[in-house]
């Protein structure tokens, strides 16, 4: 049994076999496929000196992470950009100062790598992450098998083209996917799916991205799990659906905002307020996964609150595999 830490003290490493490729990185055995899980994903905090306002709102970010921590998620998705300088140990403890409540609390915590994991240098930004995060044992890409919820985190800092290892290892865990596995969680920092404005400005998503998506639907007529891709990047929530999987831009955590001067048509979020301090909630039951987002109402108000601003729910189909229809433009 693998005990890397009180949060985790369940986690089960993969069972080694001709092909451990195939199987679960982690198995957090405290989870079944009967028991609700209830679970927050948020990301882009960039945690860094509280003295720091240049791209980072110290005041919203940490209210935020309080606030997470005061609901108890059993399970917390990230999707990257945790510090502000990922090579700064001196971030990586405001990180810890700031998200105590996650520990007291021993929520089991699931990141993924983003560009700001690295900045300040590659050897020792990865090294505080795999410090910081105990829970993944060591891994930069990796599985998490929790009851009848599925996480795959994968490292936008790294290479996942059709011959490289993490685009190798992200096949195999499509096509062997556990049949317990009802939702199918991705984290993946950059967006595979995003809205025309940042299409056309800073062509996204990346080639890299693109791979990753056409792999997953490659596989969506045999998977029997819905799917939901969280991504982080862009600093504000953008939600799309598309062949079946709903892609989810979540990077409210506290970073500077990026405004969006215009939404096109295809995302499901229209709403034009500005800025878009947010978290979503997850609560997985009885064949379904119920999402709500919600936005911080007033960055500037003397006390800090959350509004709901969008939500969703995918449910199992009684045949167990989600609807697939015509592939969608890109």
Not at 271 to 281: M, S
Request: glycine letters at 6%; one cysteine or more.
């Amino acid at each position: 049994m693998l005990c890397v830490c009180a949060t985790c003290a369940l986690a089960l490493p993969a069972q080694q076999n001709d092909a451990p490729d195939t199987q679960p990185t982690l198995t957090f055995s405290q989870f079944t496929a009967q028991k609700p899980i209830w679970m927050i994903a948020y990301g882009d905090m960039r945690f860094t000196d509280p003295k720091r306002t240049e791209g980072t709102n110290p005041r919203v970010r940490k209210w935020l992470a309080e606030k997470v921590g005061a609901l108890h998620p059993e399970v917390l998705l990230l999707t990257g950009d945790m510090p502000f300088t990922g090579a700064n140990y001196f971030d990586l403890e405001v990180f810890k100062s700031e998200t105590a409540s996650w520990k007291a609390n021993k929520v089991l915590t699931l990141p993924t790598l983003g560009n700001h994991e690295i900045y300040g240098g590659l050897k020792p930004g990865v090294a505080n992450y795999l410090k910081n995060f105990p829970e993944i044992n060591g891994k930069r890409y990796y599985s998490a098998l929790l009851g009848s919820v599925e996480v795959i985190a994968l490292d936008s800092t790294e290479a996942s083209g059709p011959a490289t290892p993490q685009g190798k290892w992200f096949a195999a865990q499509m096509a062997h996917l556990p049949n317990q596995v009802q939702f199918l969680f991705i984290l993946y920092h950059v967006p595979w799916v995003a809205d025309r404005q940042s299409e056309m400005l800073i062509n996204l998503p990346t080639k890299e991205a693109l791979f990753l998506r056409d792999t997953l639907e490659a596989n969506l007529e045999k998977l029997h799990a819905r799917v939901i891709v969280f991504n982080g990047h862009i600093h504000n929530y953008e939600r799309f659906e598309r062949l079946g999987v709903e892609y989810v831009i979540t990077g409210g955590g506290g970073a500077e905002p990026y405004p969006l001067l215009f939404r096109g048509k295809g995302d499901l979020y229209q709403d034009p307020g500005f800025p878009v301090y947010h978290y979503l909630t997850l609560e997985v039951s009885d064949r379904k996964v119920h999402v709500v987002m919600w936005k911080v109402k007033d960055p500037e108000a003397a006390e800090l609150s959350v509004e709901q601003k969008d939500e969703f729910t995918l449910t199992l189909a009684p045949s167990a595999a989600p609807a697939v229809r015509p592939a969608a433009s890109r």
